[in-house]
């Protein structure tokens, strides 16, 4: 089945650093692929929907100087929060969109502190 | 607008009591894809049903079932004879169809299920 591969799946780092998070389609290609972040106790909310070869669409109230994502490759693409602060610390998942017909599959998540 | 309401925000049941999880949606799409996902404590989400709007047979796999109800626009799920092993959090998504692909999922808040031994 189709598989996707988030790495790193912890981060812990200080306040003021970047962080790049990988969302891999291993096993298919994926023009689309979609960021989610997740506080703690509640819901995945969308960030930003990732397209192949073109310029990220960013949900309202998200800061796409803050949250750069590329989607170089039809199997990768990358979110990397700059400048992070501990109000950034959440769960970073994407997920990849496969063949016409097939579901999104999550990569497993990025548990992101920032001390 | 795309909405989706988990009222439940949290369960306990006895082990192998009958539970079912409410998942009530709105949407203006006619063609729309409805979801339950699991996220154990571990954190990944773990699929498991996907349901097309013009297909509203129930579905039952092995202990789990659904019922969809578009009269309702409802997606309940119900969860047989629970077990330990089921207690995570459980949520309901939905997203429209784009050019015969899903499009972005817009999640429930989720239900916290606990299954007491």
């Known amino acids: 089945g189709a598989v996707v591969s988030q790495h790193p799946s912890r981060v812990i780092c200080k306040s003021g650093t970047s962080v790049k998070i990988e969302c891999r389609s291993l096993d298919f290609q994926a023009t689309t692929m979609f960021w989610y972040r997740q506080f703690p106790k509640q819901s995945l909310m969308l960030m930003a929907t990732?397209?192949?070869?073109?310029?990220?669409?960013?949900e309202q109230g998200v800061e796409k100087d803050k949250f750069l994502i590329n989607h170089a490759s039809l199997t990768l693409s990358t979110l990397t929060v700059t400048s992070a602060h501990p109000e950034d610390s959440s769960f970073y998942i994407c997920?990849?969109?496969?063949?016409?017909?097939?579901?999104?599959?999550f990569g497993d998540g990025t548990r992101l502190s920032i001390l | 607008a795309q909405k989706v309401t988990q009222a439940q925000t949290e369960i306990s049941v006895v082990e192998k009591e009958d539970v079912t999880l409410d998942c009530v949606y709105e949407?203006?799409?006619?063609?729309?894809?409805l979801f339950w996902y699991k996220q154990p404590p571990s954190g990944e989400l773990v699929f498991l049903i996907r349901r097309n709007s013009f297909d509203e047979q129930n579905e039952i796999s092995g202990r789990y079932s659904w019922n969809f109800q578009k009269s309702t626009s409802s997606f309940n799920f119900t969860i047989t004879a629970s077990q330990v092993v089921d207690s995570a959090v459980y949520f309901c998504?939905?997203?429209?169809?784009?050019?015969?692909?899903?499009?972005?999922?817009?999640f429930g808040k989720g239900t916290r299920l606990h299954i007491l031994p």
């Open positions: 998504a939905l997203s429209a169809e784009y050019g015969n692909r899903d499009d972005k999922i817009i």
């Open positions: 990732s397209n192949e070869g073109s310029k990220a669409t960013y």
């Open positions: 997920s990849a969109l496969p063949y016409r017909g097939q579901p999104q599959h």
């Open positions: 949407t203006r799409d006619t063609t729309y894809y």
